[in-house]
C-alpha cells in the first residue's frame, strides 16, 4: 500500500514510517496540514494517517477540505485526545478510524490494513484480473491458470499498479512515484531488477507473456503483443 503520514513530531513520524515501511508499504510525509492538505489532493493513496494537533491547518480542518473536495480514501486519525467526545468529533469531520496515543504499532498496523480492506471491498477491487491472471488484494495472493505465484511485497505492490492500469504504458517516473514513493530519479536500477524478477514469476512458465517493455517509454500489462 501507499501511505501518507501527517505528523509534525518529527521522532513519532520516523518511527511510524520506518515501520509501515519494513511492513512493505510505501510512505510520503508531511510535518503540517498544509503539505499534507496538498499532498493528499494530488498523490494516490490507499489510506493517510493524520494527526489531530499540526501546525497551520490542524488535521481535523485537513480532513474535512479533503472531505469536502469529494475524496473517499480512508483516514486514521492519531490523536492524544482520546474522550469519546473528542473520537465523535474526529469521525465527523470526515475520518474513518481514531486512534488515541499512545498506541502500538501493531494495532496502527491492523488498524490501516482493515481500513483499506474495507475501501476494497466497497470498491469491488479487491480482486484483478488480466487474462488468467489473477491478483487478490485482500488475501495477498496472485494466480495464474490456477497456479499460486509468490511474491515479494514490492512485487505485489509493482504487479498491483500494473494491473490497475491494465493495457497502458506505465512510465518509470509513475512507478517511481507510485510503487516506491520517490519523487525524484534516484539513478538505480531498482526498476528494472523489480520487473524482471516479476516477469520471471508471471511469465516463465506461461506461454503467452503479460509483461511486455516499451522501449523508450516504460511498461504494460497486457495479453495483447505489443
Same mark, same amino acid.
Given at each position: 500500500?501507499?501511505?501518507?503520514?501527517?505528523?509534525?513530531?518529527?521522532?513519532? @513520524?520516523?518511527y511510524l514510517a520506518k515501520g509501515l515501511e519494513e511492513s512493505g508499504h510505501s510512505v510520503d510525509r508531511a510535518a503540517n496540514g498544509t503539505d499534507g492538505l496538498h499532498l493528499a489532493m494530488t498523490g494516490e493513496y490507499d489510506a493517510l494517517i493524520v494527526d489531530r494537533m499540526l501546525p497551520g491547518l490542524d488535521? %481535523?480542518?485537513?480532513?474535512?477540505? =479533503?472531505?469536502?473536495a469529494g475524496r473517499a480514501t480512508p483516514v486514521l486519525i492519531l490523536s492524544a485526545r482520546g474522550e469519546v467526545d473528542d473520537r465523535v468529533t474526529g469521525l465527523k469531520a470526515g475520518?474513518?478510524? =481514531?486512534?488515541?496515543k499512545p498506541y502500538a504499532f501493531s494495532e496502527l498496523l491492523a488498524r490501516i490494513e482493515a481500513l483499506t480492506r474495507r475501501m476494497q471491498t466497497r470498491d469491488s477491487s479487491d480482486?484483478?484480473?488480466? @487474462?488468467?491472471?489473477? %491478483?487478490?488484494?485482500?488475501r495477498h495472493k496472485v494466480m495464474r491458470?490456477?497456479?499460486?505465484? %509468490?511474491?515479494?511485497?514490492?512485487?505485489?505492490?509493482?504487479?498491483? =499498479?500494473?494491473?490497475r492500469h491494465a493495457g497502458q504504458v506505465v512510465t518509470r517516473t509513475m512507478l517511481l512515484e507510485q510503487?516506491?514513493? =520517490?519523487?525524484?530519479?534516484?539513478?538505480?536500477?531498482?526498476?528494472?531488477?523489480?520487473i524482471?524478477?516479476?516477469?520471471s514469476k508471471i511469465d516463465r512458465d506461461f506461454d503467452t507473456p503479460l509483461l511486455h517493455t516499451v522501449r523508450g517509454a516504460g511498461y504494460v500489462l497486457s495479453d495483447v503483443p505489443v
Open positions: 500500500m501507499k501511505l501518507l503520514l501527517v505528523e509534525d513530531d518529527v521522532q513519532a @513520524a520516523t488535521g %481535523l480542518g485537513l480532513i474535512a477540505a =479533503y472531505r469536502a475520518g474513518d478510524d =481514531y486512534l488515541t480482486t484483478l484480473a488480466v @487474462a488468467d491472471l489473477v %491478483l487478490d488484494r485482500v491458470r490456477d497456479q499460486p505465484i %509468490l511474491l515479494q511485497p514490492r512485487e505485489f505492490r509493482l504487479l498491483d =499498479y500494473l494491473m510503487v516506491w514513493g =520517490y519523487h525524484f530519479d534516484p539513478q538505480t536500477n531498482v526498476i528494472d531488477v523489480h524482471s524478477r516479476l516477469r
